[in-house]
């Protein structure tokens, strides 16, 4: 069975950085697009990035792109998120999430647990 298990969240101040990773096992990683996808309370789940199964290219919401890089290490079946000069807004719990979809997915099929990120003002 697909396994996705996200670590790396915490608390940090508005403007400072944090790093998520994620350790994925149970699939063929490189068959795969590996994303990450967050939830406010009371919102909805909402698309973060994504980065290609075939090329590791990377796909940004417009709320993130300039801000947080998303990585894949093929070798050790993990994807990343480093995420820099984080605002308030971006508290949530951040998902990492897998879909062996062709082209460039914003939908996935396979959920971690979250991992809960806090920015404070």
């Known amino acids: 069975q697909v396994q996705l298990v996200e670590s790396g969240g915490g608390l940090v101040q508005a403007g400072g950085s944090l790093r998520l990773s994620c350790a994925a096992s149970?699939?063929?990683?490189?068959?795969?697009?590996m994303g990450w996808l967050r939830q406010a309370p009371g919102k909805e789940r909402t698309f973060v990035a994504a980065?290609?199964?075939?090329?590791?290219?990377?796909d940004y919401a417009d709320s993130v792109r300039g801000r947080f890089t998303i990585s894949r290490d093929n070798a050790r079946n993990t994807v990343s998120l480093q995420m820099n000069s984080l605002k308030p807004e971006d508290t949530a719990v951040y998902y990492c999430?897998?879909?062996?979809?062709?082209?460039?997915?914003?939908?996935?099929?396979?959920w971690g647990q979250g991992t809960q990120v806090t920015v404070s003002s």
């Open positions: 999430a897998a879909t062996n979809a062709l082209g460039f997915p914003r939908e996935f099929d396979h």
């Open positions: 149970g699939l063929t990683f490189t068959s795969y697009t």
């Open positions: 980065v290609r199964r075939s090329a590791g290219i990377p």
